[in-house]
């Protein structure tokens, strides 16, 4: 079974750096050809697609969100994490980790956390 779990803190102030971590159990990260995205869902709004860490280490970023954000990841602890930086009320969302297949061209999302919410305001 491959399990996914978000953390990180509910709430933050405007101009604050979001740090989201996703544990994930039952795959190495490493393991070839996941890929490890995150994505979030404003209220009211369909699912936005945010970045992406390749089972390589390997990078992207939509572009609306590329100056803002940095995915990385901790093999020794299994665990990938999302950082985005001055953070806006547009920012509030429900957060999710994903991962699926990840090729040069595309990633899919098979499995997903149970995401978390996260909301901005001063």
């Known amino acids: 079974q491959v399990q996914l779990h978000e953390s990180g803190p509910g709430l933050m102030k405007p101009s604050q750096t979001l740090s989201l971590t996703c544990t994930v159990s039952?795959?190495?990260?490493?393991?070839?050809?996941?890929?490890w995205s995150w994505i979030r869902q404003p209220p009211g709004k369909g699912l936005e697609w945010m970045g992406v860490?390749?089972?390589?280490?390997?990078?992207y970023y939509s572009p609306s969100l590329k100056s803002r954000t940095s995915i990385s990841w901790d093999t020794s602890k299994n665990q990938f994490s999302l950082e985005l930086s001055s953070v806006t009320p547009e920012d509030t969302a429900v957060y999710f980790c994903?991962?699926?297949?990840?090729?040069?061209?595309?990633?899919?999302?098979?499995?997903w956390g149970q995401g978390t919410q996260v909301t901005v305001s001063s």
């Open positions: 994903t991962t699926g297949w990840g090729g040069s061209y595309f990633v899919t999302y098979e499995y």
């Open positions: 039952g795959v190495s990260i490493t393991t070839k050809y996941y890929a």
């Open positions: 860490i390749g089972f390589d280490g390997t990078t």
